[in-house]
T-cell receptor
Framework: DQQVKQNSPSLSVQEGRISILNCDYT??????FLWYKKYPAEGPTFLIS?????DKNEDGRFTVFLNKSAKHLSLHIVPSQPGDSAVYFC??????????FGTGTSLTVIP | EAQVTQNPRYLITVTGKKLTVTCSQN?????MSWYRQDPGLGLRQIYY???????DKGDVPEGYKVSRKEKRNFPLILESPSPNQTSLYFC???????????FGQGTRLTVV
């Protein structure tokens, strides 16, 4: 039973435009959320996180939005760059011990 | 350089032949974990460890064992591998609390 879902397996965006990646979760006990980026043949690398006491966290071109009532978070990348082309995973945790990952969204930024 | 090192990177083995995938971190992190990545299923947690001699099951622990005798090492053991354990495996470490994890580069395991 997938507790964290990324319903879009892939996304293509023109360079310079906004990329919006979405993630939904089912467990209302989750209170810490993260986004990871993964290039082929490499391990995931941390991108940005947000705790449930916030609804937005920004780091440079990356912003994560959290809508607790909808159990939904999104990652915005503005402006998108070709180097952003990767698979993006969202992850969630309630206890800080077990982390649940989504299935990933493959982002392609077209030059 | 701060890193999580997994070995081997690639492994092909036969059903039933015991194997160990090693994982080592040099960041003095208390928490370590193992994940497997499969198409359409994302990353699923196999086991995690909060500290030396403290381990617990994740979502998909069947067929796997782990040990944490030293803080820096967290090997994943497959006592009798089966083809359904063919997957891409990642080890991760982080400090305790709500923080991000650092991942190794992955081990591609094929069981024939």
């Amino acid at each position: 039973d997938q507790q964290v879902k990324q319903n879009s397996p892939s996304l293509s965006v023109q360079e310079g435009r906004i990329s919006i990646l979405n993630c939904d979760y089912t467990n209302s006990m989750f209170d810490y959320f993260l986004w990871y980026k993964k290039y082929p043949a490499e391990g995931p690398t941390f991108l940005i996180s947000i705790s449930s006491i916030k609804d937005k966290n920004e780091d440079g071109r990356f912003t994560v939005f959290l809508n607790k009532s909808a159990k939904h978070l999104s990652l915005h990348i503005v402006p998108s760059q070709p180097g952003d082309s990767a698979v993006y995973f969202c992850a969630a945790s309630g206890t800080g011990n077990q982390f649940y990952f989504g299935t990933g969204t493959s982002l392609t930024v077209i030059p | 350089e701060a890193q999580v090192t997994q070995n081997p990177r690639y492994l092909i083995t036969v059903t039933g032949k015991k194997l160990t995938v090693t994982c080592s971190q040099n960041m003095n992190h208390e928490y370590m974990s193992w994940y497997r990545q499969d198409p359409g299923l994302g990353l699923r947690q196999i086991y995690y460890s909060m500290n030396v001699e403290v381990t617990d099951k994740g979502d998909v622990p069947e067929g796997y064992k782990v040990s944490r005798k030293e803080k820096r090492n967290f090997p994943l053991i497959l006592e009798s591998p089966s083809p359904n354990q063919t997957s891409l495996y990642f080890c991760a470490s982080r400090p305790t609390g709500f923080t991000e994890a650092f991942f190794g580069q992955g081990t591609r395991l094929t069981v024939v």
